[in-house]
């Protein structure tokens, strides 16, 4: 029995600026943090002649063409496991399509486990590698990679996605204080929607390959926004970040008119009034979790735990995808 885990993430900054369709021209930069929920995997061999997979669904199988889950299909034909007397489980801390990145935190913990059953040892950068090539090139995903990347490292780290494809990865510069006032001020709360994200940034990848002026300009700011964001905290200036969080949200917005609803505005609004400083919405957008930055906690919490929201408390993840059995 091997298990794997691998971590969700908050972005912090510069979201949006990780699309091969921005960064192949003009250069991306992210900062982003794992936490403490987890994307886990199993493999177990067997003893019965067919390959047996349990997520959403259960399939049973007798090769790895048959495969109906793209993303275990093509990472066993990656790692080459053609071994068919194997069991794959997965399981998560939080569900799918709540913007913390889940589908790049599976894409991870499976390679992990796949390259640990094989017995090859695996840097965290080849591996963010392989979960990026697997999801954007072979399955043709618009989306970012600051998901597969932060699952693999770990921590609080800047991504500077540059245009020949490479990716520069170093920890973000902070402050033991930092980090603590950081994990005690920013809460994290369900909206109750559920969406597929790259529906949401399949828009702004259409215009950014069209080289639409208004996106590439909103993507130029929010990118600034990040080197922003990385200068203040790492000054240990928490406020300042929350307020660049709050500039960020509103450009966000700009990108789709399905970023946000009525109900999210309204959630943002009720926030922002008891005690939040400043904050966004997680991921592609359209749903998931609201991040909120406040030094007024409890009264943020009775806020937003009157409007039916519930908070996920979290802490900073610092070993990135890992074998835990």
């Given at each position: 029995?091997?298990?794997?885990?691998?971590?969700?993430?908050i972005?912090?900054?510069?979201?949006?600026?990780?699309?091969?369709?921005?960064?192949?021209?003009?250069?991306?930069f992210v900062?982003?943090?794992?936490?403490?929920?987890?994307?886990?995997?199993?493999?177990?061999?067997?003893?019965?002649?067919?390959l047996?997979?349990?997520?959403?669904?259960i399939?049973?199988?007798?090769?790895v063409?048959?495969?109906?889950?793209?993303i275990?299909?093509?990472?066993?034909?990656?790692?080459?496991?053609?071994?068919?007397?194997?069991?794959?489980?997965?399981?998560a801390?939080v569900?799918?399509?709540?913007?913390?990145?889940?589908?790049?935190?599976?894409?991870?913990?499976?390679?992990?486990?796949?390259?640990?059953y094989?017995?090859?040892?695996?840097?965290?950068?080849?591996?963010?590698?392989?979960?990026?090539?697997?999801?954007?090139?072979?399955l043709?995903e618009?989306?970012?990679k600051?998901?597969?990347?932060?699952?693999a490292?770990?921590?609080?780290?800047?991504f500077?996605?540059?245009?020949d494809?490479s990716?520069?990865?170093?920890?973000?510069?902070?402050?033991?204080?930092?980090l603590?006032?950081?994990?005690?001020?920013?809460?994290?709360?369900?909206?109750?929607?559920?969406?597929?994200?790259?529906?949401?940034?399949?828009?702004?990848?259409?215009k950014?390959?069209?080289?639409d002026?208004?996106?590439?300009?909103?993507?130029h700011?929010?990118?600034e926004?990040?080197?922003?964001?990385?200068?203040?905290?790492?000054?240990?200036?928490?406020?300042?970040?929350?307020?660049?969080?709050?500039?960020?949200?509103?450009?966000?917005?700009?990108r789709?008119?399905?970023m946000?609803?009525?109900?999210?505005d309204?959630?943002y609004d009720?926030?922002?009034?008891?005690?939040?400083?400043?904050?966004?919405l997680?991921?592609?957008?359209?749903?998931?979790?609201?991040?909120?930055?406040?030094?007024?906690?409890?009264?943020?919490?009775?806020?937003?735990?009157?409007?039916?929201?519930?908070?996920?408390?979290f802490?900073?993840?610092?070993?990135?995808?890992?074998?835990?059995?």
């Open positions: 029995m091997i298990i794997t885990r691998s971590p969700l993430r972005s912090i900054a510069g979201g949006g600026t990780d699309l091969p369709s921005y960064y192949k021209d003009h250069e991306g900062i982003s943090a794992s936490i403490d929920k987890y994307v886990y995997v199993a493999v177990h061999q067997t003893v019965v002649d067919y047996i997979l349990k997520y959403s669904e399939e049973k199988i007798k090769s063409d048959e495969i109906k889950h793209p275990i299909r093509e990472a066993m034909k990656l790692v080459n496991v053609s071994n068919i007397n194997l069991e794959i489980t997965s399981f801390d569900p799918a399509g709540t913007g913390l990145g889940s589908s790049g935190t599976f894409t991870c913990a499976l390679l992990k486990a796949l390259h640990t094989k017995k090859n040892l695996i840097h965290p950068k080849e591996l963010a590698e392989q979960a990026a090539h697997i999801e954007i090139d072979l043709k618009p989306i970012g600051q998901d597969q990347y932060i699952s490292y770990g921590g609080i780290t800047t500077k996605f540059c245009k494809d990716v520069v990865a170093k920890p973000l510069g902070i402050s033991e204080e930092t603590y006032n950081l994990e005690d001020n920013l809460l994290l709360f369900f909206t109750g929607y559920s969406r597929k994200s790259s529906s949401i940034l399949k828009e702004q990848d259409t950014s390959k069209a080289h002026q208004s996106m590439i300009d909103n993507l700011y929010v990118k926004l990040g080197y922003k964001s990385q200068r203040v905290l790492e000054s240990g200036d928490t406020i300042a970040f929350a307020e660049l969080m709050n500039e960020h949200w509103k450009y966000k917005k700009q789709s008119g399905i946000s609803n009525p109900n999210i309204k959630w009720i926030a922002m009034k008891n005690g939040a400083v400043g904050g966004k997680i991921g592609g957008g359209g749903g998931g979790f609201l991040l909120m930055y406040t030094n007024e906690n409890q009264k943020l919490r009775h806020a937003m735990a009157h409007e039916g929201l519930k908070e996920v408390r802490k900073f993840d610092f070993q990135g995808t890992s074998v835990v059995l």
